[in-house]
């Protein structure tokens, strides 16, 4: 992509994140949930300059965990 601000290329560098989700019923009524994302706890590395590899936005999230639960009426 273009770069910004007068660099000459701008991108990003591959990751591999990794999320997961699940979902048990109990019954006709009630149902749990897990959801994991960025399991794999990947940074984002954007980057600008072709040539000098400068670092323009590096962020870290960290690993996510979600529970919940469904009741059915």
């Not at 048990?24 to 949930?33: A, K, R, V």
Request: hydrophobic letters at 35%.
């Amino acid at each position: 992509m273009p770069g910004q601000n007068g660099n000459n290329l701008g991108g990003v560098k591959s990751t591999l994140a990794i999320d997961t989700s699940m979902r048990f019923s109990l019954n006709e009524m009630i149902e749990f949930t897990f959801e994991g994302l960025n399991l794999t706890d990947e940074f984002q590395d954007q980057w600008v300059d072709e040539e000098a590899d400068r670092p323009s936005f590096y962020h870290h999230t960290g690993r996510t965990y979600i529970l919940g639960a469904r009741l059915k009426f």
